[in-house]
């Protein structure tokens, strides 16, 4: 079985012998929830990339980490962005945490005409760090290097501004004609997905992504959760891009 992973906020500088102490939070963690032992193998990263191995020394609920190696993790090229519409509920945290898990690397939370919730001053602070917990807890379990980053949530019209900036953008949308499991990657760069919210992406919207250079693309014949197609279609980009060593049809270069 994969050692755990634990956050720290800081490794650099961290060589192989030292001793990272874990912070109070996490050290907590791993003695009551894990029960973790000394001499237990664990692996303890940065959030930014930076990842160690070591053993723990557990003294009550103080946990430190003997480094037995350290690896600095590239985030991958391309980049994935989601952009994901505001969900009512727990839809949202939901979607951030199988997003986090299938790889995402950015999250954009969109306030989207059609979502039934909209986050405003207090509320936006609050549904945001959610988020945020969501994000490094889902990291914390796929034992990822990279905890996504979260954006502030954008309006429709802040998003169609940043549209040009992305190598590719696919708007995911079941009345779609061609599917993204064929639609041409760049092969550098950061690819855009942009998930409506349970009503639907309005056509209004549509139209002004695909003015500034947004597609469509279909995940298949059903209809999916708001919560689930941002993984869904990271799981169809990572299959080609991230998860196989095979040379990949359809992309540029």
Do not use: Y
């Amino acid at each position: 079985m994969t050692p755990p992973l634990l956050f720290v906020d800081d490794l650099s500088g961290v060589t192989v012998g030292m001793v990272v102490a874990l912070p109070a939070d996490e050290a907590r963690h791993a003695a009551a929830a894990l029960r973790m032992t000394t001499g237990e193998s664990v692996f303890v990263a940065d959030g930014k990339g930076r990842k160690a191995a070591g053993d723990a020394q557990v003294q009550g609920n103080h946990v430190g980490i003997v480094v037995t190696s350290v690896e600095d993790i590239a985030q991958p090229n391309p980049r994935i962005t989601v952009v994901q519409a505001l969900a009512k509920g727990e839809h949202g945290e939901i979607a951030v945490d199988l997003m986090t898990q299938a790889g995402v690397d950015r999250i954009i939370p969109w306030s989207a005409s059609r979502s039934i919730v909209q986050w405003k001053e207090d509320r936006a602070n609050k549904s945001r760090n959610k988020w945020l917990t969501m994000a490094r807890s889902a990291a914390k379990q796929s034992r990822r290097a990279w905890i996504p980053e979260i954006s502030e949530v954008t309006s429709t019209k802040e998003l169609v501004a940043c549209i040009p900036s992305f190598d590719a953008t696919f708007i995911l949308h079941e009345d779609a004609v061609h599917p993204l499991a064929s639609a041409k990657l760049p092969v550098s760069g950061e690819i855009c997905l942009i998930v409506g919210p349970e009503g639907g992406i309005s056509q209004e919207e549509i139209s002004e992504f695909m003015d500034a250079g947004a597609v469509t693309a279909a995940l298949g014949s059903s209809v999916l959760r708001a919560s689930l197609a941002g993984a869904i279609g990271l799981g169809v980009l990572s299959t080609r891009l991230r998860w196989a060593d095979a040379a990949k049809p359809n992309v540029e270069g």
